[in-house]
């Protein structure tokens, strides 16, 4: 029987990605996003467009809207019949300083990346514990373990992701619901530019100088960073290994980073960050 995968943020990037990858893995694939009339109107006339690929369904899904979140859960399950992969791949980086972020900002902040997946998560936990079986794939970070300044809040959600996921593997272990952390380092999308927000206060001037050395040196690193394909293919591994493995750098420089902050002292760590980061 044909599996299928339900991947939350498919326009672009990672989750474009994925979706392209079950795909031609032979799997069903239900590519949601906030705006599904996007692909299809800008892409229609496209052979690549997700909307012209067999065994792919475009829904909406906006991680803040419980109600989209529960009508793409039935809809996929209605025209395949069942859900076997969840992947939790929404999400966004606020960068700026943290003092000079809005209470606003903060809140859309959690409420995508953390609260989201939440949702969505626990929209999808029936169906899985009467199914006995599925797996869930949270889309974390690097930064889940480790902090660049300018980050504060997109670290602070990612930390919570790995801390939210390593929890509920414990409790979903009798329901045979595998749960599994994709942590990537820099990739190559547009996470830097269209899938990021930046506050700035004039109130602060004192933190401009900062800001803008510190973050057009990440912005440099993350131009050289892995194809978002070698992402997709982690998920892919995480989603089909039938282990109980939980976390998964997804890229050979995550792989060294997250090696390196296990290796070393927090002093030493913390000083190349500094140096790589030009503070």
Known sequence: MTKTVLITGASSGIGRATALHFQKQGWNVAATMRSPEKEL??????????????????????????????????????RFGAIDVLV??????????FETSTPEQIQRQFNTNVFGLMETTRAILPHFRDRKSGVIVNVASIGGHMAFPMYSLYHSTKWAVEGFSESLQHELLAFNIRVKIIEPGPIKTDFYERSADRSSNPDFPEYDAFSDRVL????????????????????????????WKLRYPADPLAKQLLFLRKLLPDFLFTKIIRQSTNV
């Open 41 to 78: 109107n800008q892409e229609s006339n496209n052979v690549n467009s997700l909307a012209n690929l067999d065994r792919v369904m475009l829904l909406k899904l906006d991680v803040t809207d419980r109600a989209t979140i529960a009508e793409a859960v039935k809809e996929t399950i209605r």
């Open 88 to 97: 939790n791949n929404a999400g966004y980086a606020m960068l700026g300083a």
């Open 216 to 243: 057009t040196t990440l912005n440099k690193v993350g131009s050289t960073g892995a194809s978002p394909a070698v992402v997709a293919k982690a998920i892919y591994g995480a989603s089909t290994d039938n282990s």
